[in-house]
């Protein structure tokens, strides 16, 4: 079974080839202790230039095995501008979470 940085980085490359605004794509934290467990979803923070603005509205979805995903994931979809408060704090998100490293869009042809 992959791990959870396999799936968050296969996810992410899906996300960047099926909406066209995506620029960013960000691994979201909690406490170490919380994110080693597996049923702690992937957490993935999209920066889309085509989403409106709502503030922090985490969607989740469940584990998809047929599809080749084993954890559940947790988007939370933002805009430029809000990713920018987020970086300068004006905007926090939930539970404690930290935005992590960006997953980079992957090359052409993969995803």
Same mark, same amino acid.
């Given at each position: 079974?992959? %791990? ?5 980085? =296969? ?9 066209? &605004? ?7 934290? &909690?406490?170490?202790?919380? =994110? ?5 979803? /992937? ?6 230039e085509?989403?409106?603005? %709502? $503030? /922090?509205?985490? /969607?989740?979805? $469940?584990? %998809?095995?047929?599809? &080749?995903?084993?954890?559940? %994931? ?21 539970? $404690?979470?930290?935005? $992590?490293?960006?997953?980079?869009r992957?090359?052409? &042809?993969?995803?």
């Open positions: 079974m992959p %791990s959870k940085d396999e799936e968050a980085t =296969e996810l992410a490359g899906m996300h960047y080839q099926i909406e066209t &605004g995506l620029t960013h794509v960000f691994r979201v934290t &909690g406490t170490p202790e919380v =994110e080693v467990r597996a049923t702690e979803p /992937i957490k993935l923070l999209e920066v889309n085509n989403t409106v603005p %709502s $503030g /922090i509205m985490p /969607i989740q979805f $469940g584990p %998809s095995p047929a599809s &080749g995903f084993h954890y559940a %994931s947790l988007i939370l979809e933002v805009t430029p501008d809000e990713f920018r408060k987020i970086r300068d704090q004006e905007l926090k998100l939930p539970h $404690g979470w930290t935005v $992590g490293n960006l997953i980079p992957p090359p052409s &042809g993969e995803g």
